[in-house]
DNA sequence: GCATATTTGTCCGTATGTATA
DNA sequence: CTATACATACGGACAAATATG
């Protein structure tokens, strides 16, 4: 009845020692790095949407108690990563066509949002255009996951133009969300690479001042993300 | 040692016979209604910012055990309503001018942009004209907790024009953020009352169909409303 | 600075109600 | 209907950190 994930946890996590070091550097609660490891692990793919995180497999492999593995649980599932079914236990959240399109409204709403709300120029860009860096490297270095990383760093960046701690917040819990998202695309290059020169430009408009031009770029940009997105989505189904 | 939290909670709490309903109609869990209990409190300023809530206090005067309560503070640690500091407890959240600006960095990004992405008219306004409608009735009755409630229903009503379920969550947690915020108004009335005119007149420019002209005024609104209450900090700043 | 007491962080064992097979 | 598996909640225990004298 084991779906497997004991043992594909076991081998890839090293959490024995994270807990080791629990009384020499604990500066986090183990709750929080056990939640740290799981979330990597979903965000790799390790444990695919609506893969079953049972208490007692993930306890025996990361050895943490249940009431600490209940903490984890319960952060992670404030970051709808995981969903909690009533007297079934935690399940990696998959993403259904009506959470993506709720997605992208919320980000057309902040990331333009955002865009709008600059004041003169210049804009501080410098998040921006490291992220738009290190898409361009990764994508030379034929480095998918990291082109992912960068592409949702840029849109970070976008929203940090906002100034404001709580709308960054928000947007690191929607792009998580995203990141399962990017797991039904079977190739991500074709997914991503059509983007970077997409935001390279947005960022030279931007540097250049031109605030609306930008926000106009980025709108249209959405759209078509999120249009691709669904495309997926419904070749999925039909496939299934 | 005592802070005065058991004693002030216990008289004015029964969850022991909330507990007691636990097996019949338990479509909850415990630990949600130990935070709703919590969150009742903090929203009436019962625990006042800065109040420390020990587990043994609450603990005894709830009657729940100490994982259960820990799983409602980590409840309303998520909502910011509560901090957690490392082996310290938690602390009813303490909001600094600061977050007060965020707060409304975030609502001015949010609010005028569910207006601004509004379609063609009419627009699906009665949760708004409902929550105007409340706020005049409830100041009638001269009922200012009430006119507070009715206040933010208002804007819950603005956001919920965007359609997005995970804008909503974001705005209601911000929301009772500002709850806090609000303590430090010595006079309800003379803070929430002038603001009934202009929910009014937002509503009926956007029932007229010009949301255009509503963004504007939404967003004086806010500014005017965040000037107060960033006037009012200040003068408490001043006076301690 | 030191020693003590209190409080929190973590983990365990168990009992009960519930959903699924 | 029974049996299994699980979530929920409780209480106790010890270690670690903090506060106090």
């Given at each position: 009845?084991?779906?497997?994930?004991?043992?594909?946890?076991?081998?890839?996590?090293?959490?024995?020692?994270?807990?080791?070091?629990?009384?020499?550097l604990?500066?986090?609660?183990?709750?929080?790095r056990?939640?740290?490891?799981?979330?990597?692990?979903?965000?790799?793919?390790?444990?695919?949407?609506?893969?079953?995180?049972?208490?007692?497999?993930?306890?025996?492999?990361?050895?943490?108690?249940?009431?600490?593995?209940?903490?984890?649980?319960r952060?992670?599932?404030?970051?709808?990563?995981?969903?909690?079914?009533?007297?079934?236990?935690?399940?990696?959240?998959?993403?259904?066509?009506?959470?993506?399109?709720?997605?992208?409204?919320?980000?057309?709403?902040?990331?333009?949002g955002a865009?709008?709300?600059?004041?003169?120029?210049?804009?501080?860009?410098?998040?921006?255009?490291?992220?738009?860096?290190?898409?361009?490297?990764?994508?030379?270095?034929?480095?998918?996951?990291?082109?992912?990383?960068?592409?949702?760093?840029?849109?970070?960046?976008?929203?940090?133009?906002?100034?404001?701690?709580?709308?960054d917040?928000?947007?690191?819990?929607?792009?998580?969300?995203?990141?399962?998202?990017?797991?039904?695309?079977?190739?991500?290059r074709?997914?991503?690479?059509?983007?970077?020169v997409?935001?390279?430009?947005?960022?030279?408009?931007?540097?250049?001042?031109?605030?609306?031009?930008?926000?106009?770029?980025?709108?249209s940009?959405?759209?078509?993300?999120r249009?691709q997105?669904?495309?997926?989505?419904?070749?999925?189904?039909?496939?299934s």
């Amino acid at each position: 009845m084991t779906n497997g994930a004991d043992r594909r946890i076991a081998e890839a996590s090293s959490l024995a020692e994270l807990a080791g070091d629990r009384a020499l550097l604990g500066r986090t609660s183990t709750a929080e790095r056990v939640a740290d490891v799981l979330r990597d692990r979903i965000a790799e793919g390790f444990f695919p949407p609506g893969t079953r995180l049972s208490e007692d497999s993930v306890k025996g492999a990361l050895g943490v108690s249940r009431n600490t593995l209940r903490e984890a649980f319960r952060l992670l599932t404030h970051e709808r990563l995981l969903v909690h079914k009533l007297n079934r236990g935690v399940f990696v959240r998959v993403v259904t066509v009506d959470d993506l399109n709720d997605i992208y409204r919320v980000r057309a709403l902040v990331e333009c949002g955002a865009v709008r709300g600059l004041g003169k120029p210049p804009y501080p860009l410098e998040a921006v255009e490291s992220a738009v860096l290190a898409g361009e490297c990764a994508a030379q270095a034929r480095a998918w996951q990291d082109l992912s990383t960068a592409n949702i760093r840029f849109h970070q960046g976008i929203v940090a133009l906002a100034g404001s701690p709580r709308a960054d917040e928000l947007m690191r819990g929607v792009l998580a969300e995203l990141r399962l998202v990017f797991h039904v695309m079977d190739d991500p290059r074709r997914f991503h690479a059509p983007y970077l020169v997409r935001n390279r430009h947005i960022l030279e408009v931007l540097q250049s001042g031109d605030a609306f031009e930008g926000e106009r770029l980025l709108a249209s940009y959405l759209e078509d993300s999120r249009l691709q997105l669904a495309d997926a989505y419904a070749q999925r189904v039909s496939e299934s």
